[in-house]
């Protein structure tokens, strides 16, 4: 899809209702932009409540705090080198 925006002189631009569409943008979401080879690509960002559950987490490590997880981990690291 092409569409075009004007840039305003304080370099604004409005996203048109097409791209907000279809990268399902509301009022509040934050994008990113990422320049490449001289070509600006615009992104979604997730909520991060959206990536919840995306990862799945070990039977081991549930409930424990992250400073717990850590240390385990550093354990099993040390564990593995010996």
Do not use: C, N
Request: aromatic residues 4%; glycine residues 6%.
């Amino acid at each position: 899809m092409d569409v075009f925006a004007k840039v305003t002189s304080k370099g604004q631009i409005t996203l048109p209702k097409a791209v907000r569409d279809a990268l399902e943008l509301a009022p509040g979401d934050r994008v990113l932009f990422r320049v490449q080879d001289g070509h600006a690509i615009l992104a979604r960002t997730p909520d991060l409540i959206e990536l919840a559950g995306s990862v799945p987490v070990p039977e081991s490590v549930r409930g424990l705090s992250w400073p717990q997880i850590r240390a385990k981990a550093r354990k099993a690291q040390v564990e593995r080198y010996r």
